[in-house]
């Protein structure tokens, strides 16, 4: 105590230039962790806020009663979903070096986040992502072109040119329109996930935020209808410990798990290893089949760490040590469940290698077909007419006056 | 003097105002220990510390609404909204409490809390990083508003912000930063070293947040105009060879009217030009306020040249925004009319 109140400020554990410390992340042993029946009364399922869910060991053996039992051909496609987002992320970050797109997000190091969740939903199951989830995306079987041509804001852009790269959406696949406002997308999935049972649909929500996000009133908006209303929903935070240069303690990390906030709205809270997609995907398939019978919301904290840039605007060079992510104990989940699979005798090193020369070769191909719609500097272009469409459902006057006297200054410019 | 950039001159009027006065703070995301996104604040945590420079959680509510309270405690917050599109969070501490707070007590409370934040477009932001909501904030009656277009201005109206008892948002468009934009994005960026208003005092000064400025003189029409596009309506005048008289109004409430009536009087035409949206938009007023002061020196209806009423899209930035063709198209309408 002191004698007078002092503010605290929060500290990172670790500046440029400093040694990486992460000992503030409380782990448990894999297979450790109790998994209590889908059913469980809330109260008897307190114990997972505090603990970390985790199957694969050290030796990249599954573990304990969260082992999912997944066969090794889903294994496989999880292994190839993730390593298919990685060289998507890779590509797409050196186009916008080369200029060719104007902005890029990529999910280094959080790719297991995305595919172990994505894997554990029904196809009609709702996903309300963030920007840093295109894994559930290409797991769904999103095109890679269409996702091109999306950053490109070309021709065949499923955004018709209104968006910034990275804010893909697919109605079809049931995968939301991405917001670049924080947070917003939580409460709605929660609406969504209580008009499904208003309806008597089994369908559910998902949505994910960052550790950072979760300082937005619109956390507390969809905790507290989730929790009023039993929405079948599942709430993620994607706890990759920087929020751009703000770190997890920034949104209250320090004091407890963002996973504990859930029993406080009487919301089962479950935090668990983001870098272990088999913990990943057994911890959600247990809040989805709660949610799927009738036993409400869960929240998921995963705990993990953003391995690049927050976006190509950021240099995180300035406030985070370099080579920060080679330190964070719970590795790189790509490495780790190769590893498992090379174990259970179904991959070996040469398998990887030849598989990532295959994923990249197949990015390259999709960016030549998707460079052949166009690109922000090389026609064809979009028709700027597109600028005035979806403003409403039918275009009003002043729009439409708007629209042809721009029409008319390009005629007469050109 | 120094030559500075419009993010140098904004360090500077914190710069100042910190050394000058102890009750000055500075609140927003990654504004601290990382000096900001656009690097507005860069180094001040390491002179000032971090319990006057603070980095904020993500809750654009709760960074207003602590201004708020600081500045009824006896601070002079500085709070940082990273980009204006994310305001809208926040926009309830704006507009029901931060703009009544003093009406609403009887005088009793006030908080003088400065807002700053990012807006515009030209910089392939998108919907989401390219907005002007400057004319939802001169719509609420209680804080003043200010958007800036050069170093000069930007450190001298920004340091009268501080200084205000009122609340004042504080909008910096984010395209002229680093440089004055003519509305061609093709050309090479220019830096504000040869612009004479990228020269700035190194130390305190002040401008009134109540006066627009006459930065181009000329007898055939006059515009009226504020941020960026004061830029691409010279270099517009310019090119069609009109002798325009062109006018920044730099503090959109208080709007100066004097300097408006007694140009438009002069000139007998006016042409209205933002970045923002049309219907609704701050432009409104000022043709409201033009006609009404010199309705009977007018030879022309006043128009009109603002961004689309469409959100701010990624690929039309350049259709969207209201470049020196659609300014000159504008300014001919309105030489042309009656």
Partial sequence: ?414 | MSQMSMIQAIRSAHDVMMEKDPSVVALGQDIGYFGGVFRCTEGLQKKYGEHRVIDAPIAEGGIIGTAIGMGVNGLRPVAEIQFADYIYPGFDQVASELSRLRYRSGGEFFAPVTIRTPCGGGIRGGQTHSQSPEGIFTHISGVKTVMVSNPYDAKGLLIAAIESDDPVVFFEPKRIYNGPFDGDPDKPSVSWAAHPKGEVPDGYYTLPLDKAEVVREGSDLTVITYGTIVHVAQAAAEKAGIDAEIIDVRTLMPLDVDTLSASVSKTGRCLVAHEATRFCGYGAELVATVQRECFWHLEAPIARVTGWDTPYPHAFEWQYFPVQQRLIAGMRKVLEAG
């Fill in chain 1, 1 to 414: 105590m002191t004698e007078k109140p002092t503010l605290h400020i929060p500290q990172p554990t670790a500046r440029p230039g400093e040694e990486p410390d992460f000992s503030y992340i409380d782990l448990s042993e894999a297979g450790a962790v109790e998994r209590p029946p889908v059913s469980a009364k809330t109260r008897d399922t307190e114990f997972l806020a505090q603990g970390m869910v985790r199957v694969l060991d050290d030796d990249n053996e599954a573990k304990g009663p969260w082992a999912p039992g997944l066969n090794a051909d889903t294994l496989l496609r999880a292994l190839e979903a993730m390593m298919l987002t990685r060289a998507y992320d890779d590509r797409m970050l050196r186009i916008q070096r080369q200029g060719k797109i104007s902005f890029y997000i990529q999910a280094l190091g959080e790719e297991a986040v995305s595919i172990g969740a994505g894997l554990a939903y029904e196809p009609g199951d709702m996903l309300f992502p963030s920007y840093r989830n295109q894994g559930l995306y290409l797991l769904r079987g999103l095109d890679l072109v269409d996702m091109m041509c999306q950053c490109l804001s070309n021709t065949r852009d499923m955004c018709k040119g209104r968006q910034m790269p990275i804010f893909y959406h697919s109605r079809e696949k049931r995968l939301f329109s991405i917001s670049g406002n924080l947070t917003t997308q939580y409460p709605q999935a929660v609406g969504w996930a209580m008009a499904a049972a208003i309806k008597g649909e089994k369908d559910i929500a998902a949505s994910w935020i960052g550790d950072g996000s979760t300082a937005e009133a619109d956390f507390h908006h969809a905790m507290t209808f989730a929790a009023v209303y039993n929405a079948p929903v599942v709430l993620n935070v994607v706890n990759n410990q920087w929020a751009i240069s703000s770190f997890q303690g920034f949104a209250g990390g320090e004091r407890r798990s963002f996973a504990s906030r859930g029993p406080g709205y009487g919301i089962p809270g479950i935090r668990v290893d983001g870098n272990d997609l088999l913990a990943v995907y057994a911890v959600t398939k247990w809040a989805a089949e709660r949610a799927r019978s009738g036993g409400g919301p869960s929240l998921i904290e995963h705990v993990t760490y953003r391995g690049g840039a927050h976006s190509t605007s950021d240099d995180p060079t300035r406030y985070r040590p370099k080579d920060e992510w080679k330190s964070f104990p719970l590795g790189d989940p790509i490495v780790r469940l190769s590893r498992h699979l090379e174990r259970l005798g179904r991959w070996s090193p040469e398998q990887h290698e030849a598989l990532e020369v295959k994923l990249k070769e197949r990015v390259a191909l999709a960016w030549k077909e998707a460079i052949t719609h166009g690109t922000m500097s090389e026609p064809p272009f979009l028709d700027p007419r597109l600028m005035f469409e979806d403003v409403f459902a039918e275009m009003p006057e002043h729009l439409k006056k708007q629209r042809d006297k721009l029409l008319r200054l390009q005629e007469d410019a050109s």
